[in-house]
């Protein structure tokens, strides 16, 4: 039998419109390894399916091993918890190169909680994660086999002569991800309300678009009542669109409360359409963020500094569509085939 060069293991949610980070970023990677390797060398687990799917996932991961000879695994919280000691486990019968896509920045906090699971991650060829911040941390932990590999995304950047400089009152801003409340949705939408209250006409619009997550959709239909004529849910966007939507925008909102993001997807997305980012200041937000560069930043989750921030970029625009340039240039660190040789090199 012919070996494959690499078996995946990850969240594909087969047959689901599933926009999720963990998900994306599985199916983007894998097609890229595709796409650079070939169809016909790559093999999948889809470990989507909770606990009545774990048999199924347990024989498939198997033969992954037996059939491939890198094994990529995917998985996020409690998928780590049981992949990593199954896959440590089949390893001593198959002796395959083992690596570990991280998704986001929240490892280093999780070992600290799951420290058993340390010995055997550190055996791991390799750990890709996304930001040096993660690298820097987990390498106090004593892990010497951590790679940075930014999240990337096959998109088209924009070109420079596209960029939209015409900007007027009201200012279009849009927030591009998961809608739930964790994502910052409800301070985006009450900082954009209270800004137009205070100036008496619309300076900003907002639009909101995404997945609403399973578990915030009762309280999203509640808080649509209330949005005043200036802003709107758009639904969700195919990842080979988000360019073409976000270009004309003034700026990205992205208020996330999760502080352990890594690189969301989000920003890249708004750098390939030349559109600076606002954003709380998460854990890595330097790694990807280049302050007043490519973006403006504030204290995490201070909503009054938000305010602060819009109200001085109501009378200072040109300070935004002086970083739209800073954008595609940065864009170009996301680019597949680059990103991708992080990984491929070790296979």
């Known amino acids: 039998m012919v070996m494959k ?22 199916k983007i990677v894998t097609n890229e390894l595709k796409h650079q390797l070939g169809d016909n060398q790559v093999a999948i687990v889809d470990t989507h399916g909770g606990v009545k799917s774990m048999p199924r996932m347990f024989i498939q991961s198997w033969k992954l091993f037996r059939d491939c000879e890198n094994i990529v695994m995917f998985p996020a919280y409690k998928g780590l918890q049981i992949f990593t000691p199954l896959y440590s486990f089949y390893n001593l019968f198959f002796h395959r190169k083992l ?7 929240w490892l280093d906090t999780f070992i600290d909680k799951h420290s058993w699971l340390t010995g ?6 390799g750990i890709f994660v996304e930001t040096t911040t993660m690298k820097c941390a987990l390498e106090k932990k004593g892990f010497d086999n951590i790679v940075v590999m930014p999240n990337f995304k096959n998109i088209s950047i924009l070109e420079s002569e596209e960029l939209n400089y015409e900007v007027k009152q009201p200012y279009k801003l849009c927030t591009f991800s998961r809608v739930m409340k964790e994502k910052g949705i409800e301070d985006a939408v ?35 009542k209330n949005f005043p004529d200036y802003i709107h849910y758009k639904g969700i966007i195919e990842y080979d669109k988000s360019v073409e ?5 003034f700026a990205l909102l992205f208020p996330t409360h999760f502080f352990t993001e890594g690189i969301p997807g989000t920003v890249i997305d708004a750098y390939a359409a030349g559109i600076p980012i606002i954003a709380s200041k998460w854990e890595s937000f330097s790694d990807i963020i280049n302050d007043n560069v490519t973006g403006i930043g504030y204290s995490f989750m201070d909503n009054e500094e938000l305010e602060n921030i819009l109200l001085y970029i109501k009378d200072h625009p040109e ?8 954008c595609l240039i940065e864009a170009e660190k996301y680019i597949p085939n680059i990103a991708i ?5 070790t296979l």
């Open 245 to 249: 939507t976000l270009k004309n925008y």
């Open 99 to 105: 690596q570990y896509v991280v998704i986001g920045g």
């Open 319 to 326: 300070m935004i569509l002086e970083m739209k340039k800073n």
């Open 341 to 345: 040789k992080t990984i491929l090199t």
């Open 120 to 125: 055997m991650l550190k055996k791991y060829d």
């Open 5 to 26: 060069k690499v078996g995946v293991s990850g969240h594909f949610g087969i047959g689901l419109n599933m926009l999720n980070g963990q998900t994306i970023k599985t």
């Open 190 to 224: 009450e900082t954009i309300k209270r800004i137009n209250k205070k100036s008496g006409h619309t300076v900003f619009c907002l639009d909101i678009y995404g997945q609403v997550d399973s578990k915030y959709e009762d309280v999203f239909v509640e808080l649509q």
